[in-house]
Each structure stands twice: as C-alpha cells, then as structure tokens.
C-alpha cells in the first residue's frame, strides 16, 4: 500500500519568511496530492492540492510542486503570517482506483512575529 | 449543511469499556471515512465506505474495532474492549466525489 513520509516534522520561521514542507510517496499508481491544514484544535481542512498531469499550482501566497519521476511533492509558503502557524498534512491517493487518502505524519508549522 | 456531525466530542472510559463513536455525513456525500489522530502516528486510516458499503478495512487495528453504516445517514466506530492505546482523536469525514474529504470536529477518546 501507499506510505508517505514528511518533513521537517516541525518548522519554526520568522513572519514575512517562507516555509517549505517536503514529502514523498511510494505508490508510482497515486495522482492525488492534496495538502490539508489543522489548525490547533480543530479540524483538517484542504488548502491546495495537485495531480499527475501538472507539475506546480500556486494560490496566493501557496504553491505546490510535483516530480512525479522522483514521486515527491512540497507546499511552499510565501511571506509568512502568524496565522499560517498550524499543522500541515500531505496525502496522496488514486481516486480513480478508489483508494483513500494516506496522510504524511504532519509538520507544525511556527511563525513567530 | 452543518457539515459531518460527530458526536460525543469528548469520551473518557475505562478500560475494558465499550465505546461508541458517531458520524453523521454531509448529506447527498457517497464517501464516509474514518481516522485516528495521534502524535506519534499523524493521520492514520481506519476504513471508508463507499454508498454505505466497507470498501477498505485495512486499517482497522484488530478485531476489537467495528465499523458499521447502516444507512447514507450514520456511521458508528466501535471499540470493545477499549484499551488505554485507542487513546486518540477520532476523525469522521465525508465526501461527494470520493476526493476533497470534509472532515467533522473529532472525539477525542481517553481510555484509562
């Protein structure tokens, strides 16, 4: 089955810095690479996600990034703020084949004003 | 909507104990997941359902753990016995297309 590891599993940064966040996956079959934040106490929700046939998005000051051949994937964040502090998950999946979500460990993420 | 409903928000039991976790998903949403959230772990796969049918126990620890969905409506998560390492925040989502999961606030199950 599908296994994805993350890293750094914690990242301090100084507000207006940028923080980057780096996973990889073992299942060449996953085309789903979605990044969910959690918030301290409260639930996972997504931010950005990505899929095979693109090799980087951006949203504001997100963006994500795919090597496919290397099967590893990163979130960047730009011009931090303190209200990006938060845990941050990676996961990867193949809808097509009906597996589900598999989630990286988790970064939490520090921004310090 | 209220988004997926899980309830209780807090269990605390004793070990040995039955315990009962609920979800409620988004109405009209054909995918049910369960998670456990631990620090050591992160996110961790339980079991979805797919159109109220177990398409993935994988993750299911043991046999002490049993997952039903009775209908597109509810989902229980049972664990008996409990034992003090269930201890952890359960997570419920649903989803529409099988892909953007939308989670609901967890329980946070202490098993003593």
């Known amino acids: 089955g599908e296994n994805v590891e993350q890293h750094p599993s914690t990242l301090s940064v100084q507000e207006g810095d940028s923080a980057v966040i780096k996973c990889t996956y073992s299942?060449?079959?996953?085309?789903?690479f979605p990044w969910y934040k959690q918030e301290l106490g409260k639930r996972p929700q997504l931010i950005i996600d990505?899929?095979?046939?693109?090799g980087e998005k951006k949203d504001q000051r997100i963006a994500v990034t795919l090597n496919k051949t290397a099967k590893h994937f990163s979130l960047h964040i730009t011009e931090t703020q303190p209200e990006d502090s938060a845990v941050y998950f990676c996961a990867a999946s193949n809808p097509q084949a009906g597996t589900a979500l598999i989630f990286g460990k988790g970064t939490t993420l520090s921004v310090s004003s | 909507d209220a988004g997926v409903i899980q309830s209780p928000r807090h269990e605390v039991t004793e070990m040995g104990q039955e315990v009962t976790l609920r979800c409620k998903p988004i109405s009209g949403h054909d995918y049910l997941f369960w998670y456990r959230q631990t620090m050591m772990r992160g996110l961790e796969l339980l079991i979805y359902f797919n159109n109220n049918v177990p398409i993935d126990d994988s993750g299911m620890p043991e046999d002490r753990f049993s997952a039903k969905m009775p209908n597109a409506s509810f989902s229980t998560l049972k664990i008996q016995p409990s034992e003090p390492r269930d201890s952890a925040v359960y997570f419920c989502?649903?989803?529409?297309?099988?892909?953007?999961?939308?989670f609901g606030s967890g329980t946070q199950l202490s098993v003593l």
């Open positions: 989502a649903s989803s529409f297309t099988g892909v953007e999961l939308f």
């Open positions: 299942d060449s079959a996953s085309n789903y």
């Open positions: 990505i899929r095979s046939n693109v």
